[in-house]
């Protein structure tokens, strides 16, 4: 009752936060209250944090983040698929002295084919630690609910949309499935049980499920790449977040215009959805940062009502031959 | 200065909610504020609307969008390239008498191929309109202004990452690249500028360009996609949006589940990644609805510190050979 007195009051608080602008005759945007009248319960928790609700109603809400996560693992499949049928073994983890502006790769040899997965809002949804966070107004991270989500959140997780179809269809075709995840090894069997509850399993601590504590780099996750392309040719990696792909992403200059170009680099931008495969969160990691200044650049801060010119003036000179039926359409 | 000393306030209102968990060992996520001390203008504008802010810092400055957005343009012409060499001719247009359970896609003849594209958020990105909104704190959407944005925002766009690599190596290949956008034909300069200032033109309204107002259908977007399939056949759509795929998915149960249920029916699964490519956006559109009740499954709802039960209890029964050595690792 005091948990569902606490949903119901948070989801009327969230009324107004969560309007949208609905643009190109997408639906209105109406909240829906599907839980029945009741008092809220006395004393109420403070409203939730409203920064996290767009996020959240996107990514574990919306059927474009589902669509969205299905044409990432489809595409993983195919890509990987097609690398085995071809007997193509080229690696995608980079080597220890690679830099963003110089990748390389380390080679495959005779390596049996895997693909290297993230874990969390990756390859599953952390649907039950999301919903506390939400209710209980957690507007940081802490450390302690976090294990003790790790420990008994097997049964409250659900896998990303289309990762079940995908690791199964690259498991029939002998492909190794293996989890690099950062959460901790003390916590494996409840990392174990996750994974196999969403119906991703088998994963097993050290065989096909690597974690942080597995060796003396803690978070870092290049060690344990490294560890795993010693065993296998990684023909793909997926995951939310660029330390995913190598930590080398958070050793180069890390504001929000330097990490967005690190992502364009030669060498780099060719990669995703070509090797490295991206999955959406909008709701937690390093990509969330800065104000309006920051996000925005200058040369772009449009206020309304705009600048008293036309728009003809911004067209840069390109090939547009005057059509005289144009302007008839 | 006005504009300035408001953009200083809401970066520096912005810095609390802008906190996130920042989980799998991400850096601890500060807001950034460049802009130099200074009073804020006054009086100032009331704080953002902060149910935007990880949705706006997601999709406009995040370098996890930027990879993912690259990844689908990437895909997407890989996709169509296989198609233009390989002969195929599978357009990806629904017939008018689909339904999402059996849908049926238009032949394509002999005619030569394209792609259909939707603008706002999935082949620009509208950085000066959610400048404004932000710092404005329009919390819901305002025709008046978006008009305004349409007419003179041109130079305030930018392509979506990927996108200009994507559509002009396409173009090469023989591929003719068609917008189909809800931006108003009353303001089809506004749209063919925005278009040529990205880079990704030429864009011709009634040629290349079809906007909302070209048919009797007002915001729909199907009379034009078999427009633009009389002439064409559509190899690829790109969208942000269910709609920009088929009406279809607006006219199916459209509660949050369902919604998310219709994108894993047979026959429409299959076309994410494969046909259908969806761009991602967080910040506005029909996925973003509803509150934790909504949003989470009555089942996933976990609360802090869980249940007190071992995670073991959660295991379905699967093959899992127990293996001494799993607990040592």
């Known amino acids: 009752m005091i948990r569902h007195g606490t949903a119901l009051f ?3 608080a969230m009324a107004a936060p969560s309007a949208v602008p609905a643009r190109k005759a997408t639906p209105a945007v109406k909240t829906r209250s599907t839980a029945p009248a ?3 319960y006395f004393p109420p928790e403070p409203p939730p944090a409203a920064a996290q609700l767009h996020g959240i109603q996107y990514l574990y809400g919306s059927a474009e983040a589902a669509a ?4 990432g693992w489809r595409m993983l499949a195919d890509f990987v698929d097609e690398q085995v049928a071809s007997g193509t073994h080229r690696g995608v983890v980079l080597t220890p002295d690679s830099t963003l502006t110089n990748p390389q790769f380390l080679p495959c040899g005779d390596r049996p084919p895997a693909v290297v997965l993230d874990v969390d809002e990756t390859s599953i949804l952390n649907l039950g630690a999301e919903y506390d966070d939400l209710v209980a107004n957690r507007r940081t991270f802490d450390d302690a609910s976090w294990d003790r989500w790790e420990k008994t959140g097997a049964a409250y997780v659900a896998p990303t949309p289309g990762a079940k179809e995908a690791l199964d269809r690259l498991r029939d075709h002998g492909v190794t499935i293996i989890f690099n995840s950062n959460r901790s090894a003390a916590n494996a069997d409840g990392a174990e049980a996750a994974l196999n509850a969403a119906g991703l399993g088998p994963a097993r601590h050290g065989e096909t499920l690597f974690l942080a504590g597995d060796d003396a780099t803690g978070h ?3 060690g344990r790449r490294a560890t795993i392309a010693a065993r296998y040719c990684v023909l793909a990696m997926a995951g939310d977040q660029l330390v995913e792909f190598s930590d080398r992403f958070t050793s180069e200059p890390n504001g929000i215009a330097a990490r967005r ?3 364009a680099y030669a060498g780099i931008a060719e990669m995703w959805g070509n090797g490295w495969f991206v999955m959406p969160n909008p ?5 969330l940062q800065g104000g309006p200044d920051d996000i925005f650049p200058k040369d772009k801060q449009w206020r309304d009502p705009g600048p008293p010119v036309p728009a003809s003036k911004f067209i840069p000179a390109m090939p547009e031959p005057a059509t005289p039926q144009r302007k008839k359409h």
């Open 261 to 263: 170009a690190t992502v």
């Open 68 to 71: 969205l996560t299905r044409q």
């Open 220 to 222: 870092h996750k290049d």
């Open 10 to 12: 948070v989801a009327l």
């Open 38 to 40: 009741a008092k809220p």
């Open 283 to 287: 709701v937690y990691g390093s990509g």
